[in-house]
């Protein structure tokens, strides 16, 4: 509400929202290489650990904390037939809303940075999952569209009551 | 009508745990996992009985912090007095038994019961009493103060309660656990958890768990993906033909030991760390070559652990430290706590790595702890069966408990050796 007015414009603020509704699908179609390569290489994904997410996270513990390598490790794990909790693989559909461009275009980058609230259901096995949180994103334009080099989902509740574990990308 | 009495009915526990270690035979009922009335049964046998942990001095390191915990369905307070003495209270306003604490962590002088406004000091005193002269001249304030478990004690900074007023004492308990818990807590003159709770959960009877915790059999089919993981980002690998062993170490209490070939921050170096943090991990090594023998040393530093305090504790020592617990809430769910020690004051880029490695390793956003849950939950829903399939076979190794043969990880005798200890405090009931 009160966080300043920002130069971007209707046109970009309507191009991150799309942006962000084209990863989201990519994730519930499991087009899981063609996700990362939405990846800065400098990329940081997180997940805090419900209940300390207002904490430093170099110095707390964090549900996942991957960079472009662990991340990539995660992708491959997730596409071989051996990432048993999740073969089969959970079906999933992402309503990302409330999308708001809080800060950029800055830095010679013209890094953009983006909230938006999230809810994630999850179905597998016969279970219907909630995730329910807000992500953070930084981003990098990238020729026509942006790379992701921030990208934290913040959980609203703790993974006991929903999931049990986070095997599938928030 | 006496000729309708049917004998004296057993316990839902009894003939659970065939164990004929003579005829190399070990098995384990299906119903131990399934029934609820196994369940309240070691709920009481088990959970009521054993010393359970609460948490780590570290947690509430300054006078008047505080850490709300749940210990076998019990609300309790670990909370450091203004005097620094580690206290465990019961949750529960002594007037009518609100939760007298409502948020996770803090620090506190006192605090208000938000009902009716009882007091409490940081040392458990009833202080306040609103309108006190509303109560009779035989009101005692000084037998109000907040209740605690019935034993509580600390071992090495661990932190234990017992809800059997008749238990042995800690270190009696701990026995043959201890060793390894020194281990442990010999890595450096200060450990800490750090900030930040792992809390999942699992649709699977709790024990499935803890023998998994146990369980080097499963490593390498299991959590292939995250071994492939390793081997490309960082090209260690696990060689199944390094020596291993499996301990019972009595009571319940066992331990795994391999010989890893990844970073322990405590203390092997390997490339991935860094040659930034190459004379910090080398330091440690040295240093406690210093405080302990060359052997004791080595066994620190080098050996890798995952170690099991009955009934429900786990510490993993790999690639950092993990404190595990492992808690039912009824025969087919369970939820698991974990916290990380490290080393206090140790350099951010090594305290960085180790969080990092034991994230992806054994959080549950991570590459093999989804996998675990998986594999329990997929057990628990084979036991559907357990009418025609009564039986899970844990003989592996059972045929060297006659000679002198050491046990491997891969063998089970760590997992007979906490089902043999279950089915005494059932039975003993
Ligand atoms: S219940 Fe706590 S003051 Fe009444
Ligand atoms: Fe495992």
């Known amino acids: 509400m009160t966080a300043p007015l920002t130069p971007t414009t209707a046109a970009s603020h309507h191009e991150v929202e799309q942006f962000l509704y084209r990863e989201a699908a990519l994730l519930d179609e499991w087009r899981l290489d063609d996700w990362f390569a939405l990846m800065h290489p400098d990329v940081e994904y997180r997940v805090p650990a419900p209940g300390s997410d207002h904490l430093d996270p170099r110095h707390t513990l964090q549900v996942i904390h991957d960079d472009h390598t662990r991340l990539g490790g995660r992708v491959a794990r997730l596409k071989s037939k051996h990432a048993h909790a999740e073969s089969p693989r959970s079906r999933t559909r992402r309503f990302v809303t409330n999308v708001r461009v809080l800060d950029g275009p800055v830095g010679d980058a013209g890094e953009v940075t983006v909230a938006a609230n999230f809810h994630v259901m999850r179905t597998r096995l016969g279970k219907l999952d909630h995730f329910l949180g807000t992500y953070r994103f930084v981003l990098v334009p990238d020729g026509a569209g942006f790379l992701v080099r921030e990208r934290v989902a913040t959980l609203d509740h703790g993974i006991v009551e929903a999931g049990g574990t986070v095997s599938i990308i928030l | 009508m006496t000729e309708l009495l049917e004998p004296a009915a057993t316990t839902p526990t009894a003939g ?331 350099p951010e880029s090594v305290r960085e790595r180790r969080l990092d490695s034991y994230v992806t390793f054994q959080g549950p956003g991570g590459l093999a702890t989804p996998d675990d849950m998986e594999a329990c939950e997929s057990c628990q829903e084979g036991f559907a069966a357990a009418a025609e399939s009564p039986w899970s076979d844990i003989s592996r190794g059972i045929h060297k408990e006659a000679t002198d043969e050491p046990f491997t990880a891969a063998d089970e005798i760590q997992q007979r050796a906490f089902w043999r200890r279950w089915r005494d405090l059932l039975g003993s009931r």
Request: with cysteine; hydrophobic share 35%; glycine share 8%.
């Open chain 2, 16 to 346: 659970l745990v065939d164990d004929r270690p003579a005829d190399g035979f070990f098995r384990v009922n299906r119903s131990a996992m399934v029934d609820e009335a196994v369940f309240a049964e070691e709920q009481q046998a088990v959970f009521d009985r054993c010393w359970l942990y609460v948490g780590h001095t570290s947690e509430i390191a300054a006078p008047g912090d505080f850490r709300t915990r749940t210990v076998a369905g019990r609300p309790l307070i670990l909370w450091r007095g203004t005097d620094g003495e580690v206290r465990v209270f019961l949750n529960a306003c002594r007037h009518r038994g609100a939760q007298l604490c409502r948020v996770p962590d803090g620090n506190a002088r006192g605090m208000s019961c938000f009902y009716h406004a009882w007091t409490y000091a940081n040392d458990g005193r009833l202080t306040g009493l609103p309108d006190a002269d509303g109560y009779g001249p035989g009101f005692d304030r000084s037998r109000f103060g907040l209740s605690s478990p019935p034993r509580v004690d600390v071992y090495r900074d661990f932190v234990f309660c017992c809800f059997d007023p008749d238990a042995v004492d800690l270190p009696t308990y701990l026995g043959g656990a201890r060793e390894y818990l020194d281990l442990v807590a010999d890595q450096s003159p200060e450990m800490e958890v750090v900030d930040g709770m792992h809390e999942y959960s699992m649709e699977a009877n709790w024990k499935l768990f803890v023998e998994n915790s146990l369980d080097g059999y499963h490593l390498i089919p299991l959590h292939r993906t995250y071994f492939d993981y390793l081997k490309s980002t960082e090209d260690s690998y696990l060689d199944p033909r390094r020596p291993t062993e499996a301990r019972d170490l009595g009571d319940g209490h066992a331990v795994i030991t391999v010989e890893g070939p990844w970073a322990r921050p405590v203390a092997r170096w390997t490339p991935s760390m860094g040659e930034e943090n190459r004379a910090y991990v080398e330091a440690r090594r040295t240093e406690l070559e210093e405080r302990f023998d060359a052997d004791r040393a080595r066994r620190i530093a080098t050996t890798d652990r995952n170690l099991l305090v009955f009934p429900n504790l786990v510490i993993n020592d790999i690639m950092g430290v993990v404190i595990r617990t492992i808690t039912p809430t009824s025969a087919g769910r369970t939820v698991i706590a974990q916290w990380t020690l490290a080393t206090k004051g140790e």
